[in-house]
């Protein structure tokens, strides 16, 4: 039973994304520099390494992080991103923080809200990588947009074995 809430508190969460309203962007011409925040949830789905695939889902383990951060945009094209995200992990019905992790990026902006970030990883456990991120707006809104990314971190360190995981991480950028 403890297994199937971990799925449906993350399921609810999204809903609760979606459900926001979002209005039509009016048409406005951006001056630049820029800076717009966001805030966002990011659900690890697994991770491999030299012993094999590990899923988020698999046992008494689960993993949440919540990204939050600033983008400086510098043109249509192209801008940085700082951000932090600490994850939350819960096992054998004990939750807490387990790392905090801070993940400076350059952003590539293209057409049709996709957007390419290629980051730097240092987390607090010890570990540290890159993560590129792809990035789409799906909805947008006047004030706010909804966006979906996939995160692929690769990481090394703190006497494990290399690593590459995915993820699915839904939030809000204003």
């Known amino acids: 039973m403890r297994l199937l809430l971990k799925p449906l508190l993350f399921i609810a969460v999204v809903i609760t994304l979606l459900s926001v309203s979002f209005k039509g962007a009016a ?7 820029r800076i717009t925040g966001y805030f966002s949830l990011t659900n690890p789905i ?6 094999g695939f590990k899923s988020n889902f698999d046992g008494d383990v689960y993993t949440i992080a919540f990204p939050f951060g600033m983008n400086l945009l510098k043109s249509d094209h192209f801008g940085v991103s700082f951000e932090v995200s600490p994850s939350i992990r819960t096992e054998k019905n004990v939750s807490k923080v387990n790392s905090v992790l801070f993940h400076p990026g350059a952003m590539f902006r293209f057409k049709h809200g996709f957007t390419f970030i290629g980051r730097m990883a240092f987390e607090t456990n010890g570990r540290f990588g890159v993560t590129p991120v792809f990035n789409q707006v799906v909805v947008r809104g006047k004030n706010a947009n909804f966006f979906v990314s996939v995160p692929v971190p690769v990481r090394f360190g703190n006497d494990q074995p290399a690593s590459v995981g995915t993820g699915l991480q839904l939030g809000v950028s204003f």
């Open 46 to 51: 697994g991770t491999w390494n030299k012993d």
């Open 27 to 33: 048409q406005q011409t951006q001056t630049y520099p």
